[in-house]
C-alpha cells in the first residue's frame, strides 16, 4: 500500500516539478496566435476552453490502454509501478506536451507532417502507414473491447454483432461532424464518468485495506516472460503511447493559448498515468496472487478482470457506474481515433474537409477496413497495436528531440526518452516470435544495442546538418517568423 500511495504522489509532483521544467525548455509563448483563431474553420480548428480541451484530451488518449494494459502488466509485479511513474513523467508526459506544443506552432499539424519537416520527406510516407495503421488497430480495438465489456454488463442479452454496430454509428458521426458538436458537447459528462469510476476503484481499495504489495525488482510473472522488453509494450497508454501523438493535434487546432500546454498534454498524461496505477494496484492485490490473475485473464480477458474489480470494489450500482467508465475510455478514444485518420489523409493528399461529403469519401474506407479487422483474434489485434504504439512513440519523440536541438535547447528531455524507447522497439521485434525473428533474448538485447547507437548516431549527423543550414523552425501564423 505505501509502494502505490508514495507512487501516485510522485505522478502528481512530477506534474509541478518536471512538467514546469519541460514548459520551461521548450519556452511557450502566450502572445503568440494558436491555430484554433488563426486557421479557424468552424470544423476542426475550434477554439475550446481550457477545462473543456483537458477532458477531451484525457479521454482521447486514455482508450482501454491505462486499464487493460496495466491489468496485464500487473502479472509482472510491482516492478509495472516504477514503469508507469518514470515513464509517465519523464516520457509519455513529455512525448505528449513536445507533439502538442510542436503541432500548435505549426499550424496544428499531424505527426506525418512533423516528421518530414523535423526528420525528413521519407518520413513522412513512413509516419503516415504507421499513423493510420496504427489508428484503424486502435479505432478497431476500441470497438471490440468496449463491446465486450457492454456485452458483459448486460450478461449477454444484447448480441455483440448489434452493439458493435452501435458504437460503429457513433464513431462515424463522431468523424464526420465538427468537432465542438458531439466531442466538445458530450466529452464533460463522460470525463465525469471516468473521474468517478477510476477515484471509486482507488478508494475502494484504501478503505478495505486491499493488500496491494509493496516495491521489489522480482519478475512475478507466472510465465516468466521477460520484463525487458515485454513490460514496454504492455503498459503503453498509461506511461508512453504514440498514440497519443496521433490525438494531440485534434486539440492544438482547439488550444486557445500556449500557456494552457502543460494543462492539457503534460497534465492529462499525468492524469492518465494515475488512472494506469489504480487498476494496475487492483490487479495485482484482489485475486488471490497473480496465478488467481493469470487464470482470470486467460478464462475472460482484461474485460473480466474489471468487472469483478468494479463489483468487489463498489457494489452492484457502484460497480455498473466504474464499468460505464472504463467502457467511455474506448469509445472517446475510438471515435477520435477515426476521425485523427481522416484528418492525416486529408492533409496528405491537401483535401479540403469543410464539405461533409470531402469528409465521407475518406471516412467510409477506413470503416470497411476497420469492420473486417474486428473478425480478427482480439489478442492478435492487441499485438499488433501495441508495437505499432511503440515504435510511433520513438518517432514522435525523435521530433520532438530534433525540434529542441535546432532551437538550441535542452534536447536531452526528449532525447534520452527516445533512445530508450526505440531500444525497445528494436529488441522486441528481434525477440518476438510470432510478428519478429524469434531470435533468442541475449542475442537481441546485443542486437537491439548496435542498432539503437547506429539510430542515434544518424539522428545527431542529421541535427548537426540541419542545425548548419537555414531552417524555418516554426510556421508563420501571424504575420511574422520565428526562427
Not at 187 to 209: H, K, R, W
Not at 334 to 351: H, N, P, Q, S, W
Not at 402 to 407: N, S
Request: hydrophobic letters at 55%.
Amino acid at each position: 500500500m505505501i509502494t502505490f500511495l508514495v507512487c501516485i504522489a510522485l505522478l502528481i509532483v512530477g506534474y509541478f516539478t518536471y512538467g514546469k521544467f519541460v514548459d520551461k525548455v521548450f519556452g511557450s509563448t502566450p502572445s503568440r496566435p494558436t491555430p484554433a483563431y488563426v486557421n479557424s474553420d468552424g470544423v476542426d480548428y475550434v477554439p475550446m476552453s481550457t477545462p473543456k480541451n483537458s477532458l477531451i484530451q484525457l479521454l482521447n488518449i486514455a482508450g482501454t490502454g491505462p486499464v487493460f494494459g496495466p491489468i496485464a502488466g500487473a502479472l509482472y509485479g510491482p516492478v509495472a509501478f516504477i514503469w508507469i511513474v518514470v515513464g509517465c513523467i519523464f516520457a509519455g508526459a513529455v512525448h505528449d506536451y513536445l507533439t502538442g506544443m510542436i503541432s500548435i506552432r505549426n499550424k496544428g499539424a499531424h505527426l506525418p507532417e512533423l516528421a518530414a519537416k523535423f526528420l525528413g520527406k521519407f518520413m513522412k510516407h513512413v509516419v503516415n502507414v504507421f499513423a493510420l495503421l496504427l489508428l484503424i488497430l486502435v479505432g478497431t480495438v476500441f470497438v471490440t473491447s468496449p463491446a465486450m465489456l457492454i456485452n458483459n454488463l448486460l450478461d449477454g442479452q444484447v448480441a455483440l454483432a448489434l452493439i458493435v454496430g452501435v458504437i460503429f454509428l457513433y464513431y462515424i458521426l463522431a468523424t464526420l461532424l465538427p468537432v465542438d458538436k458531439i466531442i466538445g458537447r458530450f466529452y464533460p459528462y463522460f470525463g465525469a464518468i471516468l473521474v468517478i469510476s477510476a477515484l471509486g476503484i482507488g478508494i475502494g481499495m484504501l478503505v478495505t485495506g486491499a493488500p496491494i504489495p509493496e516495491l521489489t525488482f522480482e519478475n512475478m510473472h507466472p510465465g516468466n516472460l521477460p520484463i525487458f522488453p515485454l513490460l514496454f509494450f504492455t503498459i503503453t497508454c498509461g506511461a508512453l503511447s504514440g498514440f497519443h501523438a496521433t490525438q494531440t493535434p485534434i486539440i492544438s487546432r482547439t488550444t486557445q493559448n500556449e500557456n494552457q500546454g502543460r494543462k492539457i498534454f503534460y497534465g492529462m498524461m499525468i492524469a492518465e498515468g494515475i488512472i494506469a496505477m489504480i487498476w494496475a494496484a487492483a490487479a495485482m492485490s484482489l485475486f488471490g496472487g497473480y496465478g488467481g490473475l493469470n487464470e482470470l485473464l486467460a478464462a475472460g480477458g482484461p474485460a473480466a478482470v474489471v468487472s469483478e474489480v468494479s463489483l468487489l470494489m463498489m457494489g452492484s450500482i457502484g460497480g455498473t457506474i466504474a464499468v460505464l467508465g472504463v467502457i467511455v475510455l474506448p469509445i472517446t478514444s475510438g471515435d477520435t481515433a477515426f476521425r485523427a485518420a481522416r484528418m492525416i489523409i486529408a492533409d496528405y493528399f491537401k483535401f479540403a474537409q469543410a464539405k461533409l461529403l470531402s469528409r465521407l469519401w475518406i471516412a467510409i474506407p477506413l470503416f470497411v477496413i476497420s469492420f473486417l479487422l474486428t473478425k480478427i483474434d482480439f489478442n492478435i489485434l492487441w499485438r499488433y497495436f501495441s508495437w505499432a504504439n511503440g515504435v510511433t512513440a520513438a518517432i514522435a519523440l525523435w521530433v520532438g528531440a530534433m525540434y529542441l536541438f535546432l532551437a538550441k535547447k535542452n534536447h536531452w528531455i526528449a532525447t534520452v526518452p527516445a533512445s530508450f524507447i526505440t531500444s525497445m522497439c528494436y529488441v522486441y521485434i528481434l525477440y518476438e516470435p510470432t510478428m519478429g525473428f524469434g531470435i533468442p533474448l541475449t542475442a537481441s538485447y546485443i542486437g537491439g544495442a548496435v542498432i539503437t547507437a547506429a539510430t542515434i548516431a544518424i539522428f545527431f549527423i542529421s541535427a548537426y546538418k540541419q542545425r548548419g543550414g537555414s531552417f524555418l523552425l516554426d510556421e508563420d501564423v501571424s504575420g511574422y517568423k520565428q526562427i
